[in-house]
């Protein structure tokens, strides 16, 4: 029995469309449509993932025969629940919104503890200056465990994110209008609260002018850690929200391909070299084309040169407006002469005016190739 066999019995078997196992697998419909026609074979990690979604061994499912096996009860609970899905909304069959949820809180969370961590620098600054000077290098310490566990969490969501995106470059918008009103109430609201949190320290801050230098930096402490609460709220939020947009996650994964050392490969490389390298599957796994051919390979390969000189651009102006930054944090923190406890408006500043250099190279330069 061949493979193609066992696919379509396993796939009717479960109730399942070609859309639905190309969603679980992160592949397109031509992909499965093609492998049901024997006009070409999944990889390995879509052969396993294969057997996991259907409980069969990989040796059943490419050399045997299933199609006279009778499903286990575990097999027709989950067609039961596949064919309610397939006559329903589409459904979220990858886990895009739990992993979306854990990404957003794992962001917002490392954020927090970064700022949290020089909040503390500055309380225990102003404390040591006044009471024990030779201790104000303790200061450093939860300094850099702040940066540590921040960094913790946002690489590691980073990672998963990059992971699932390989394993899921093309997800079905499955988000109903409630479910976008309710994101669209939870932003208004923790907007509002980061920005109210934020407002407060600045004018805590700002009461305090004309008393101790004690004070004001025990005060530039406490909005430190009012921005970070503040900031906590309007990431966490604006990744809530940003979650529901589909279209651009497919889109990022161009841009995950551009990034990376393949896509300098692709560029570099013309319809008939890529051909020598991945078959057609993988070519229209990889660039997210439906068909392999010259126009829609060299269509996807400019699209990806424009993205890599967008991204190399953008790259570039918020290092170097960082740099400047940092230099100039570092200064009216540690000079004398220029020390302020305002310090942290350097790292602020750079970081909208690397925002600003995002969008203007978003705005200005273009994806699409001429046609």
Not at 131 to 140: F, N, Q
Not at 266 to 284: G, K, P, W
Request: one cysteine or more.
């Amino acid at each position: 029995m061949s493979f193609r066999d066992n696919l379509q019995h396993l796939r009717a078997t479960h109730a399942m469309t070609q859309e639905q196992l190309a969603l679980m697998l992160g592949v397109s419909r031509q992909s499965v449509t093609k492998w049901e026609a024997e006009k070409s074979y999944p990889e390995m990690d879509k052969l396993l993932k294969l057997c996991q979604i259907f409980d069969v061994t990989l040796d059943d499912l490419v050399q045997g025969d299933l199609t006279t096996s009778a499903p286990t009860p575990a097999v027709q609970a989950r067609a039961a629940i596949l064919r309610e899905a397939a006559g329903g909304p589409p459904q979220d069959v990858c886990g895009y919104d739990e992993h979306m949820r854990t990404f957003a809180w794992k962001i917002a969370w490392g954020v927090f503890a970064i700022l949290a961590g020089v909040a503390l620098l500055m309380a225990w600054g102003g404390w040591a200056e006044a009471s024990a000077p030779s201790l104000e290098a303790v200061g450093l310490i939860p300094l850099f465990a702040g940066i540590a566990i921040g960094l913790a969490f946002i690489l590691t969501g980073a990672f998963q994110h990059t992971e699932f995106q390989r394993s899921h470059p093309f997800i079905q918008d499955f988000y109903t209008v409630e479910d976008r009103q309710r994101a669209q109430r939870l932003f208004a609201w923790l907007l509002v609260a980061g920005i109210v949190l934020i407002f407060t320290g600045i004018v805590a801050l700002a009461l305090t002018e004309g008393d101790s230098e004690f004070v004001q930096e025990e005060m530039a402490a406490l909005m430190m850690g009012l921005v970070a609460a503040g900031v906590w709220c309007i990431v966490y939020g604006s990744m809530m929200l940003g979650r529901l947009n589909i279209a651009n996650y497919n889109d990022a994964r161009e841009q995950t391909i551009a990034e990376s050392d393949e896509g300098k490969l692709i560029v570099n490389s013309d319809a008939a070299a890529l051909r020598a390298m991945y078959t057609d599957e993988q070519i229209c796994s990889l660039l997210g084309v439906p068909e392999a051919t010259d126009d829609e390979i060299d269509r996807a390969r400019a699209r990806i040169e424009r993205k890599r000189r967008k991204d190399q651009l953008a790259s570039g102006l918020c290092a170097i407006i960082m740099i400047i930054a940092t230099i100039a944090g570092l200064v009216m923190l540690f000079v004398p002469e220029y020390r302020t406890p305002y310090f942290w408006l350097a790292w602020a500043i750079g970081g909208l005016l690397c925002a600003v250099a995002a969008i203007a190279v978003g705005s200005f330069v273009k994806d699409q190739p001429s046609q």
